[in-house]
């Protein structure tokens, strides 16, 4: 079927690529000033108040080399990886399972249990209570608190739930038939039929696991040594704390003052760079639907 250019999707089309193009400056600019920013020369960019669009006098990489010199950005990186991995894994497994649980028309406990979990996305107990829970299962101060409080989300369960009864039970049917049990019919012949949810699952663990810094600032006082990237990158944005980084303590004032800002830009764009670059892997699945077309109704 040939689409009509008519002077009404004429209109549409141009209002539209606006509206998409306007957003994607919007998003993109942000971004590309503190790019430019990093890379500028500190002087320079201490007297600067405007946007940023091209590096401030000749480029320099000085402030990476000071943001990678600095043990506290290692270590949250690798405990921000183990994190996301634990998480994204285990989670992606539990969410999955949950899914198929729920979705089971056979299983007595499915709308019970999906109004349960439901009923969790609505209302729940608030940051106290949920310390309150952590600390007196002793996982203050060790990795389990920043792992398994985050391992479940009902929203995600929710579209598990969906993306399985999609499905047509004859996939299901087949494979009981040909003698295989429940683990295998969820892993070998549902999960490859609703991977873009499961990856778009997965991402979004990833994003939300690798931008958290608040439970790690609650649960993990005491312990440095696990504080994941953003929390660093809090203590140097937030506490405008650089002196970690830039100085030990027989520099001068205005030369930590004065790196110490281009520090700030570097430190934004290590932490957002890794997520970013990862996205165009998965972006695919977001537009991609489910192929369906094994079983003819």
């Known amino acids: 079927m040939i689409e009509r250019n008519t002077p ?87 969410t999955a399972l949950a899914g198929y649980l729920v979705s089971r028309k056979n299983f007595k406990l499915a709308k019970p249990l999906a109004l349960f979990i439901m009923f969790t996305m609505i209302f729940s107990g608030g940051t106290i209570p949920l310390y309150m829970v952590v600390r007196s299962l002793g996982m203050l101060n060790s990795r389990w608190s920043i792992i398994i409080p985050t391992l479940m989300n009902a929203y995600y369960v929710i579209m598990m739930k969906s993306a399985f009864e999609q499905i047509s039970p004859a996939y299901e049917e087949a494979a009981r038939i040909d003698g295989a049990g429940p683990l295998t019919i969820l892993f070998k012949v549902l999960l490859p039929m609703v991977m873009p949810t499961l990856v778009v699952i997965i991402m979004f663990t990833v994003i939300m696991q690798w931008n958290s810094w608040y439970q790690a600032s609650i649960y993990l006082p005491r312990a440095r040594d696990m504080w994941p990237l953003q929390l660093f990158m809090r203590e140097v944005l937030i506490n405008n704390d650089t002196s970690r980084i830039v100085t030990s303590g027989n520099e001068a004032n205005a030369m930590v003052n004065m790196t110490g800002n281009l520090v700030k830009y570097c430190v934004t764009v290590v932490g957002t760079a890794p997520i970013l670059l990862a996205y165009p892997f998965a972006q695919k699945y977001f537009v991609k639907g489910v192929t369906m077309g094994g079983v003819k109704e």
């Open 8 to 94: 009404s999707r004429i209109v549409f089309n141009i209002i539209n690529y606006t509206l998409m193009i306007g957003f994607g400056l919007a998003c993109f600019i942000p971004f590309w000033h503190v790019l430019m920013c990093s890379i500028s020369d500190p002087r320079l960019l201490m007297g600067n108040s405007g946007l940023v669009l091209w590096p401030l006098g000749k480029p320099t990489l000085e402030g990476y080399k000071l943001v990678l010199k600095n043990p506290d950005i290692w270590s949250g990186y690798l405990n921000t990886i183990f994190y996301v991995v634990a998480t994204a894994v285990a989670g992606t497994v539990l």
